[in-house]
C-alpha cells in the first residue's frame, strides 16, 4: 500500500484563459485541483508512493479527475465511487493590484454527501507511514468531520505521523466554527502547516508588529505564534508560510519551521507569479518529501519552500517540479538560466 495517504476533496477548475476576467470571452480553461489532491501530485512527482483518498462520481467528469491524479503517478485504488457530482471552482487570476477571485460551486459534491461507511481506514492505512489532510476537508460539513476523526484514529492507531494544513476558509464555515472543529481533530496532528493568517483566523493567535494587507510582515513574531500552538496541542513541529502580497503579481515567499527547539527561517524569494494556487499545498508536499527523508530542520523548510517558490511559476494547481529542480534552487540558484 502507499506510503503517504492524503484525503480531502478534488474540483474541476474553471478559469478564464491568462489574466482574463469572468466571461470576458467564451473559454474556459479545465483542469483539476484541491488541497490533499495537489499535495498528493507534488509527493508523486518526487517519487513518493502516495495515494489520494476521496469519493466520486462514477461519470466521465468523476472518471477524469481520477486519471488526472493517474497521469502523475498517484495511486488512486482506495478512491470511492458513488454519488452524483464533481466540486467545482471557478477561479479568476488577479494581476497587479486586482486580486485573485475564487467562486465555489461545491454543494453536495460526491465527497460532502459521504458518509464514514465509506472509508475501511485499517485497509487504507496498511503499510502507511504518513496521513495528510487540510482544515478544508471538515468545513464541508459535519459528516465530513466525522470521517476526519475517525482517519485520525485510524492514523494515530497505526503510528501513522499526520500532517495538517490548517487552511482557513471563510466562505466554507465560521471562524468559530472552524475553531472547535480544528481544536478537536488537532489533538491528533504531529505536524502543523499554517500559513501568516491561519492561526489566527482559527485559533485567535496572532503575529505582532505585522499588518498582512499594509504588506508589512514580521517574520519574528511568527516565533510566538509557532511556539503557541505547539504548546496548546502537543505538536511535534510547526511550518509557517510567511507570505509578503506586494501585490497580486509580486510577492515575497518564505516560511518558518519550528521543532520544539529550533526555530528555522529559510531564505526569501521575490516571485513574479504565474499562478499561486497551490502554492501552499506545494509547501506542504515538499515539507512531508523532505521529513520522511530524513533532512534536518533547516534543509527541510529550505526544500519546502523553494518547492513552493517553483509552484507559483507554474499554471493550475498541481505542482510540476522534480526533487533536482527544487534542490538545485534551495542550493542557491535562482537565475533562471536557460538549461541545454
Not at 62 to 71: D, E, I, K, T, Y
Not at 152 to 159: H, L, S
Not at 243 to 257: C, E, G, H, K, V
Amino acid at each position: 500500500m502507499a506510503k503517504v495517504i492524503t484525503f480531502g476533496e478534488i474540483m474541476l477548475r474553471l478559469a478564464p484563459n491568462g489574466y482574463d476576467r469572468f466571461f470576458q470571452n467564451d473559454r474556459m480553461q479545465a483542469t483539476f485541483g484541491g488541497g490533499e489532491a495537489n499535495v498528493a501530485v507534488s509527493l508523486a512527482n518526487y517519487g513518493m508512493d502516495v495515494a489520494f483518498v476521496t469519493k466520486l462520481p462514477e461519470h466521465a467528469i468523476g472518471q477524469a479527475a481520477v486519471n488526472s491524479l493517474r497521469r502523475y503517478g498517484v495511486d488512486t485504488s482506495q478512491i470511492v465511487r458513488g454519488g452524483d457530482r464533481v466540486g467545482i471552482y471557478y477561479l479568476e487570476k488577479g494581476a497587479s493590484q486586482r486580486g485573485s477571485v475564487c467562486i465555489y460551486d461545491r454543494a453536495h459534491s460526491s465527497i460532502q454527501d459521504a458518509s464514514a461507511s465509506d472509508f475501511d481506514w485499517d485497509t487504507i492505512f496498511a503499510g502507511a507511514e504518513w496521513f495528510h489532510f487540510t482544515g478544508i476537508t471538515p468545513a464541508l460539513g459535519a459528516n465530513v468531520v466525522a470521517i476526519c476523526r475517525e482517519a485520525c484514529r485510524a492514523a494515530k492507531a497505526k503510528g501513522v505521523k499526520i500532517s495538517c494544513d490548517l487552511n482557513y476558509r471563510g466562505k466554507l464555515w465560521t471562524r468559530d466554527e472552524a475553531r472547535a472543529v480544528m481544536t478537536d481533530l488537532c489533538q491528533y496532528v504531529d505536524v502543523c502547516i499554517s500559513n501568516e493568517e491561519d492561526a489566527k483566523d482559527v485559533f485567535g493567535i496572532e503575529a505582532e508588529n505585522t499588518d498582512i494587507y499594509g504588506g508589512k510582515l514580521d517574520k519574528e513574531g511568527y516565533r510566538s505564534v509557532a511556539k503557541q500552538l505547539a504548546d496548546r496541542f502537543g505538536f511535534e513541529k510547526v511550518a509557517i508560510t510567511l507570505r509578503t502580497s506586494i501585490s497580486a503579481s509580486d510577492n515575497d515567499w518564505a516560511a518558518m519551521l519550528y521543532d520544539g527547539e529550533k526555530y528555522c527561517f529559510s531564505k526569501e524569494y521575490h516571485l513574479r507569479i504565474v499562478d499561486r494556487v497551490g502554492g501552499g499545498d506545494s509547501f506542504g508536499g515538499g515539507l512531508i518529501y523532505a521529513l520522511l527523508n530524513g533532512k534536518s530542520t533547516q534543509d527541510a523548510v529550505e526544500f519546502a519552500v523553494a518547492a513552493s517558490a517553483l509552484k507559483h511559476s507554474i499554471e493550475g494547481d498541481y505542482n510540476l517540479v522534480t526533487v533536482s529542480e527544487v534542490e538545485k534552487l534551495s542550493g542557491g540558484d535562482g537565475s533562471g538560466r536557460v538549461q541545454r
